[in-house]
């Protein structure tokens, strides 16, 4: 006869397989490494765009030194799963160049543009970040798949 140990010991086993599938600890560290890049990279833009709006035009310096990790992040597949599309790894060239026009556009925009004050010169440079951003995404970038 059961007792209530075993259905202790079922829910036990049915929380850690399913601690298993998800993202957690069993996730590649190279993965989470650069997740956790993309996402504070992506964190840091939603503050710059609040920030311009409310007239502080020098928050682009830390999407400047984030986006100067972006190579070595993404250095080596080590597997796992991830949106990074195939050319992500054959590509390097491509890649490493459009990390860089990233931070040279973010660098742009903290150094130069935001000290100038004139909206329509921001507002270009933002754009820029943007146009950087999301033209990496577009080519190394698989889209997400839809939840049913």
């Not at 999407?63 to 195939?86: E, Q, V």
């Not at 925009?109 to 909206?119: A, E, I, L, P, R």
């Not at 951003?133 to 839809?146: D, I, L, Q, S």
Request: proline share 2%; hydrophobic share 35%.
């Amino acid at each position: 006869m059961a007792d209530a140990s075993d259905g202790s010991l079922l829910i036990l086993a049915g929380v850690f397989a399913a601690g298993c599938t998800g993202p957690g600890i069993f996730e590649n560290p190279d993965v989470s490494a650069r997740r956790g890049l993309m996402k504070s990279i992506g964190k840091t833009w939603g503050a710059v765009k609040k920030a311009v709006k409310a007239g502080d035009n020098k928050a682009a310096g830390k999407i400047y030194k984030l986006a100067g990790t972006i190579s070595k992040t993404f250095s080596k597949n080590k597997g796992g799963k991830s949106r990074a599309k195939p050319n992500i790894w054959t590509d390097k060239g491509t890649f490493k160049q459009r990390a860089e026009f990233l931070a040279v556009s973010a660098a742009v925009f903290s150094q130069v543009h935001s000290k100038s004050g004139n909206k329509a010169t921001v507002a270009k440079a933002m754009k820029n970040i943007g146009k950087n951003c999301g033209g990496c995404h577009k080519t190394f970038r698989a889209k997400k798949k839809k939840k049913m």
